[in-house]
C-alpha cells in the first residue's frame, strides 16, 4: 500500500490544495518518535487566514483520519500534523507482500516496453584484466540487473578493444617471436611478453615499426593472413575475459569491438560531410564544436585514418539501429567524460535526437592500502584474478578458523564453496558500497571486517537468519503470515520499515544510476535485523504465534538480503 499518496489523498480533500503540491510537501520526520509522515501547514496559512498551529489542530481532528483503518492516529505539534501508522497492519501489509513475492520482491514494471542499452566492462585484446577494468564491469552488470527488475529490456554491451595500430605490432612480434604453446597455455601473459618485447627492440630497429604498419595496413584491407591471426588474439583473449565473466557470474549479449565499427567509419564521414559538419583544422577533418564549449571532435587524421570518437559514433548509430534504445549507457571511467561529451555533441549536431539519451556513466580509481602486495610481474598492474583469489584465499583462513573455534564440521568442498562466494563478494562489494565517482581504496581488514559494511558481514547476517529458520524447522516452527500484527516493538517496526524501503531504493538506483543506494538499504535492512536479533528472542519469544511471526520476518529479512545482493552480483550461501 503506499501510504504518502493515501494521506496526500485525503490532506488534498480536506485543504484544496491540489494532490501533486501536497504530495510533494509530506515530509518523514527525523525521528519515529514524530510520527512516520508529517505535513507542513504553513503554506496554508495566508489562503485559510488562520495561524498555522491552528490549521494543523483541525486537520488532525478531522474525520476522515479517524475511518482510515491503517493510520493509528494523526496528531499535531504547532504548525505539523504527524501520522502513525498503525504498526500492525503495516507489518501484515510488508511482510506480506514480501514473502509473497520472496527473491522477486522489489520487482516493478515501470520499464515495460522499454529497451536501455548497458555497455560496460570493454576491456582490451591481448592486454591483462585490471582491477579498473573490474569497476566497469562489477557496476555496468549490476545497473543492468537493476533495470532487469524494473522491467526494462536490457542489451548487455561489452564494447571490446580490439582495434589500432597495436595490433599492427602484434602481428609483428608474433611472426618473430611468438610461442604457440604458450600462447595456449596463458594468451594474455605471452601476447604481453612481446608486445613488451616490440617495444624494446623497435628502439634500435627502425624496420619493425615499418613492418608493424604495413601489418596493420593489410588487417585494415582484410588480408586473410593477418586478420587470421588478428582473430586468433581476440578469441583467444575472450577465452581469458570470459573465464573471469564465469566465475562472477556475467553475460552479456553483443561483443562487437571497435574492429566492427571501424568498418562503418566511411558512412559516419560521408554523413557528417552530407550534413556540412566535417571542417579541416590542421589537416585533419573534425566537427567544430565551439557551441557546446567543448573542444572540436577530431572525425579523420591528417594521414587519412579515423580515431576512437569515429568508431563510437558509428557504434551509436548502429545501437539505435538496431535497438531503437530508450536510453544508452556507457560505464567507462571519468577521463573520457570529455570523449563522450564530444560524441553526444556531434551526434545532436547531426540531428539525432537518441544523442539525447546517451548517458556516460562514470567512475573513480582504484586503489590499494600499501600493505596490499601483489605479486605482479608489472610493477603497477593489480589483476582482477589475482585479487579475487586472494580474498578467496584469506576468506578460507577466516572461515577455516571460525570452523575450528565453534566445533564447526564442514568438508572441504563446502568451505571452498563458500570461501569463493564470500571472498568473491567481498571484492565486488568494495566497488558498489560507495557512489561510483568516488576513488575506491582496498584494505583485507576493512573488506572482509565480518562485522563491517561488508559482504561478509552481509552473507553472514543471512546465512545466521537460515540457520536460525532451520532450527526452527526442527522443532516443528514454521514461519506464519497470520499473526504479523504482534510485530509492533521499535525494533521491529524499523526493520520493517527498512525492508518496505526496499524497492524505493531499487528506482532511486536507476534514476542515478548508483547501485550503492541498493547496498545502503541492503546494508540497514542487515544492520536494523541485528539490533532487532540481539534485543529480541526468536525461538525464545513468548508465544508460538510471536514466534512465527518473527519467523516470518527472518524470511523476509533473507528474501531482501538475497534479491539485494544479487542485484549486484553477489550470491549468499546458506551456512557458514
Ligand atoms: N576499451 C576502452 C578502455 O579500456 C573502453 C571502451 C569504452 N567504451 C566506448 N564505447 N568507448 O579504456
Partial sequence: MDYKSEIAQVLSGITGLDFDNVYKLIEIPPQSDMGDFAFPCFVLAKTMHKAPQMIATDIAADSAFKSMQWLDKSVNVGPYVNFYIDRGVFAKDTLGTIINLGDRYGEENIGEGKTIIVEYSSPNIAKPFHVGHAFTTIIGNSLAQIYTKLGYKVIRMNHLGDYGTQFGKLITAYRLWGDEQKLNESPIDELLRIYVKFHEEEKNDPELTIAARDNFKKLEDGCPDEVALWEKFRDMSLVVFNKLYDRMGLTFDNYNGEAYYAKMSDDVVNMLKEKNLLVESEGAQVVDLEEYGYPPCIILKSNGTTIYATRDLAAAMYRYENYKFDKNIYVVGIPQALHFKQVFAVLKKAGFDYADKCEHVGFGLVKFKNNMKFS????????????????????????????????????????????????????????????????????????????????????????????????????????????????????????????????????????????????????????????????????????????????????????????????VGIDVVERM
Fill in 376 to 567: 605482479t610481474r608489472d610493477g603497477n598492474i593489480v589483476l582482477l584474478e589475482e585479487l579475487i583469489d586472494e580474498s578467496v584465499a584469506k576468506t578460507k583462513e577466516i572461515i577455516t578458523n571460525n570452523c575450528k573455534q565453534r566445533g564447526v564440521d564442514m568438508t572441504d568442498d563446502e568451505i571452498n564453496m563458500i570461501s569463493e562466494k564470500v571472498g568473491l563478494g567481498a571484492v565486488i562489494y568494495t566497488y558498489v558500497k560507495s557512489g561510483r565517482e568516488k576513488d575506491i581504496v582496498f584494505s583485507w581488514e576493512e573488506m572482509l571486517d565480518f562485522e563491517g559494511d561488508t559482504a561478509p558481514y552481509l552473507i553472514y547476517t543471512y546465512a545466521r537468519t537460515r540457520s536460525i529458520l532451520r532450527k526452527a524447522k526442527e522443532q516443528g516452527l514454521e514461519p506464519s503470515l497470520k499473526s504479523l500484527d504482534l510485530l509492533t516493538n521499535d525494533d521491529e517496526y524499523l526493520l520493517i520499515r527498512a525492508l518496505g524501503d526496499f524497492k524505493d531504493a531499487i528506482v532511486k538506483a536507476a534514476n542515478n544510476n548508483e547501485p550503492f543506494m541498493v547496498m545502503r538499504q541492503v546494508s540497514l535492512i542487515a544492520r536494523s535485523y541485528n539490533r532487532f536479533y540481539n534485543n529480541s528472542s526468536i525461538l525464545g519469544a513468548d508465544t508460538e504465534e510471536l514466534k512465527c511471526a518473527r519467523l516470518a520476518l527472518c524470511e523476509a529479512v533473507c528474501d531482501t538480503i538475497k534479491s539485494g545482493l544479487a542485484l
